[in-house]
């Protein structure tokens, strides 16, 4: 077999998994971004309970699990990384992504009881719970190679590499879909309807500089002067939520957010296509084409946001990244370019 | 399977269903989520606040910016989300479904219980009350009024005294009964 056909071979192979090429890069991505946010926990002085902090998932931990002691602190970093590893190479997979999805659960749920819920990490946890559970997420992995050459000697009774059932990737690409399309819908619900559509609120974010103001003068909680009376009764005002942040502080990239910010046309076209897109999730279910057009669309989508904004989604870019269907892009580019016609790709059976 | 049809209907069930919870209602705890980012109005003529708080001691005032034990965008958040909550009883910052007055009373007492607690140990500080502050600003932060208070913690008596009198959840239906 000439270096080509392996090479063509070994593409075919990844191209076929796309659930163990994401198992792979998102157990990194995750266990790093938690070892991050652990770091954060760490470093806020008063990070005890609260006993309004906990989500539905730290309100079932013992309190000991909220007591980030120096020891506790180094050795939770060291298990975090070393399940994030063996998740990602695959040895006791399953048992290790159950276990990096439980301190994702754990550390992020801390997170926002201490006042951030991120958001760059909820749907990947859920994507990495699901690919401890659904078929197909382990024929690129370690456990896989030592069932196959070590335990069954070369004879697998299972079902050849290639054939995983579609429905652990289609429930991964409908937690995606649900995740965009909740976001459409939270902007028409809680954004007075239609008119967020106007670009007004995008306005006032890509002009907000929240990396210049000083302690005390950060965090601005939003009124709503059309509030009935009657509704009040906390407080005169009526407060209905708080803000998100800005973070870019790239003075080009600031001035094109500044530009956006003054353009009334382009405004209430990116508002537009912002809920239009999030609304149209469930067109990734149509067939292979519409899957790809639209989760391009979503890493352009996130690229343009941490150009603007400042704010990555990294690990929903890989996400939605791995999801696309590979084979079609490449029968396209083998179609498209003749030099291509020797890696001989065969049709996947991600659908 | 048979087996096989449950453990695949078991996983989508333990996957979706809390997702089209929170999708419906609007909620979210990490990390199911409604995705609320970004998700409501603002237009130039939005108030919008910067809440402070203070101790007071026989009438001396202290700044607790320097106090709060956390990044102040991180505590204020925590504060509005977790504690006093919005105006509207189901808001996409929380988990919680309903509200109430003595919810609310209650969620402000385990608040400050522990925050007085953090002040005292942290900072070696105690007040006789801690007001809260609402100041209007515009996006530059620059005030558009004086601040309003909304309310404080009585350290005495460890409850919270709202400065709002006109109107609670009960008695709302009274006033709306007289009309």
Known sequence: ?351 | MKLKNSYKTFVISLLLIPNLFVVVFGIESFPYTCAPMFGHYIDNETPLYLFKLEGVNQNKTTDLTAYLGKPEDFFMRHFFSKVYGSTQAISPFSHKLSESQSAFQNRMHVFFEHYTTVLKEKYHLSFEQINIKAIQVDQKRQPRAEPQLLGYYDGLNKTYVSAYKNATPNNLHQNKTQQ
Not at chain 1, 40 to 69: C, E, H, M, Q, R
Not at chain 1, 166 to 193: D, E, M, Q
Request: one cysteine or more; aromatic letters at 16%; glycine letters at 8%.
């Open chain 1, 1 to 351: 077999m000439s270096v080509l056909n392996k090479l063509s071979a070994a593409v075919y192979t990844i191209l076929n998994q796309p659930l163990s090429v994401l198992r792979f890069g998102l157990a990194i991505l995750l266990g790093k971004k938690t070892i991050e946010q652990l770091y954060f926990i760490y470093d806020v002085t008063d990070n005890g309970s609260y006993a309004l902090s906990k989500t539905w998932f730290t309100s079932v931990l013992p309190p000991s699990f909220f007591d980030f002691s120096p020891g506790y602190f180094k050795t939770l970093v060291i298990v975090i990384a070393v399940v994030a590893i063996t998740a990602a190479v695959g040895f006791l997979g399953r048992l290790n992504l159950l276990l990096l999805a439980f301190f994702s659960f754990y550390i992020f749920g801390v997170s926002e009881g201490i006042g951030i819920f991120d958001h760059h990490a909820s749907l990947p946890t859920q994507v990495i719970l699901a690919l401890a559970l659904v078929p197909g997420t382990m024929k690129l992995s370690i456990d896989y190679a030592l069932l196959k050459y070590g335990y069954f000697k070369g004879k697998m009774p299972f079902p050849h590499v290639s054939n995983n059932p579609k429905w652990g990737f289609n429930l991964i690409l409908a937690l995606v879909a649900v995740t965009y399309f909740t976001a459409g819908i939270s902007k028409l619900r809680y954004g007075h309807g239609l008119n967020w559509l106007d670009g007004q609120t995008l306005g006032f974010y890509l002009k907000e500089k929240t990396y210049l103001y000083k302690e005390g003068d950060v965090q601005l909680i939003i009124g709503d002067s059309n509030l009935p009376d009657d509704h009040k009764w906390k407080d005169a005002l009526g407060f209905i939520g708080h803000t998100y942040a800005n973070y870019q502080v790239s003075p080009k990239l600031r001035a094109i957010a500044g530009y956006v910010a003054n353009n009334r046309v382009l405004l209430i076209a990116l508002s537009v296509g912002s809920v239009l897109f999030e609304l149209l999730a469930f067109v990734v279910f149509i067939n292979s084409r519409y899957r790809n057009i639209y989760l391009i669309s979503a890493i352009v989508f996130h690229l343009s946001i941490g150009a603007l904004m400042g704010i990555s989604f990294r690990q929903y870019r890989f996400i939605c990244f791995c999801l696309m269907d590979w084979n079609l892009i490449a029968t396209y580019l083998s179609n498209k370019l003749q030099g291509f016609k020797w890696l001989g790709f065969k049709k996947l059976s991600t659908g």
